[in-house]
């Protein structure tokens, strides 16, 4: 089978390759998925360009990809919500990336069967998003009526998190481009804020709960605008405690994130607020919840754009441009 995969740590064009490798054997538990479609996320540029190396050194060489969809088309013995012939899909476990290929080996706990109202393409640009989404959300408790900011609504995450905030009731804010004002609008925001001409940071304040896409200054700053007892989650910001413990991080590993987020804590008890660097896990019964959204007409998927699966090189390069309006995704078939 065709795969693509990763010879070494460095700049996308000369550390990615094919290789033809034997189909996968599948072990107990498991699912083997004909792959029809691979989303691509920043994840897997990030693992390409070794920024990610200190959570999770690579063996070179490495397979890459943790969005799917596909059809099984083996299954073991002990399987029971899924057969053969399922168009299924799933966010793979980070220890065994492998989506960018033409079959995965996949545990079965964490596939499901995938939207019936949308193809593969739509499908596979839905679970490391929706999965952020949901978990991150969860954390927060986000509830109806919570005044609710999402940075960068026009990216991946952002399009899905507006969708779901507002399908539970809650007062939509994000931020885009001027171009994508109108676009991100539709998606269902109460207040989009155009960063070209606008400032954030003057417009709102007393945010139940901003979700940083962006790390950075995006992080500090949104302790200026949450109100008393606010929550903070963060995808890209520093690694609190509970993280930290979460990746079961050594003794002097946390010790020197404690020094590194000291201004963040300074920050969480002159506000009394929750902060959260969100790692996002693999989840079945969340992948149903997202079905349910899709079906029900909750939530549209939004891709931006479609390649082959030989054009995956360049695919990885456009989603380190930061232009996509939703999601890219890969074609196998």
Do not use: C
């Amino acid at each position: 089978m065709n795969v693509l995969q990763i010879k070494g740590y460095g700049p996308i064009e000369g550390n990615l390759s094919f290789a033809e490798l034997e189909k996968p054997t599948i072990a107990a538990g498991q699912v083997l998925i004909e792959v029809h479609a691979a989303g691509v996320n920043p994840i897997d540029y990030k693992m390409v360009e070794g920024v990610l190396k200190k959570m999770q050194k690579l063996t070179f060489p490495a397979r890459i990809g943790f969005d799917v969809a596909g059809i099984v088309v083996e299954k073991g013995p002990d399987i029971d919500h899924l057969s053969i012939g399922d168009e299924v899909y799933s966010r793979v476990p980070s220890e065994s990336p492998g989506t960018f290929a033409e079959y995965i080996a996949v545990d079965g706990g964490v596939v499901r069967q995938k939207p019936s109202n949308l193809d593969f393409a739509q499908a596979a640009g839905l679970p490391l998003v929706g999965l952020t989404t949901i978990q991150s959300f969860g954390k927060a408790g986000l509830k109806a009526g919570d005044k609710v900011l999402i940075h960068a609504g026009s990216g991946g995450v952002g399009t899905f998190a507006i969708q779901y905030a507002k399908s539970k009731g809650a007062q939509v804010f994000t931020t885009t481009s001027t171009k994508n004002v109108s676009w991100v609008k539709e998606l269902g925001a109460d207040r989009v804020i155009d960063y070209r001409t606008e400032n954030y940071l003057e417009t709102l304040t007393d945010m139940d709960i901003v979700f940083d896409t962006l790390g950075g200054k995006y992080t500090t700053d949104a302790f200026s605008i949450i109100k008393k007892g606010g929550k903070v989650i963060s995808l890209a910001g520093e690694v609190d405690a509970e993280t930290a413990k979460e990746l079961k991080l050594g003794g002097i590993i946390r010790f020197l994130l404690a020094l590194k987020r000291k201004q963040i804590t300074k920050l969480m008890k002159d506000k009394s607020a929750y902060y959260k660097l969100m790692i996002m896990q693999p989840n079945g019964p969340q992948l149903d919840e997202i079905k349910e959204l899709v079906t029900s007409g909750l939530i549209r998927p939004v891709v931006d754009r479609t390649f082959l699966f030989r054009e995956a090189i360049d695919a990885l390069l456009y989603q380190k441009s930061g232009r996509a309006k939703g999601k890219i995704v890969l074609k196998m078939k």
